[in-house]
């Protein structure tokens, strides 16, 4: 099943168990990989940006947490990962810099 980063849509491959470490990091742009924005359970519709009603509240999406019911999202391309829109335009912004 493929798994991609949030912020730069680069293929994440997980290690046998399945699992992402707390302290993980994508090896393209170095974003945390155990962050809401890479969880099933994140959407910016659901009350805290959650859909998992047992969840603690996390304030800092992008940001590694010690959320218990992280869930690596799953895609079937790139395209379809969650992209805040924000953060999509700041990296169109950036690109045109490099």
Same mark, same amino acid.
């Given at each position: ?11 994440? #491959?997980?290690? #046998? ?10 090896? $393209? ?7 809401? $924005? ?42 379809? #990962? ?6 999509? #335009?700041? $990296?169109?912004? +950036? +690109?045109?810099?490099?």
């Amino acid at each position: 099943m493929p798994h991609f980063c949030y912020r730069c849509q680069h293929g994440i #491959a997980l290690s #046998a168990d399945g699992r992402i470490g707390r302290r993980d990091l994508c090896e $393209k742009c170095s974003a945390d990989l155990h962050a809401c $924005k890479n969880c099933k359970f994140y959407s910016t519709s659901a009350y805290n940006e959650c859909s998992e009603p047992s969840a603690d509240r996390v304030v800092e999406k992008e940001r590694s947490n010690f959320c218990d019911y992280f869930v690596f999202r799953v895609s079937n391309a790139p395209g379809e #990962a969650t992209v805040d829109p924000k953060d999509a #335009a700041r $990296k169109r912004l +950036d +690109d045109l810099f490099k």
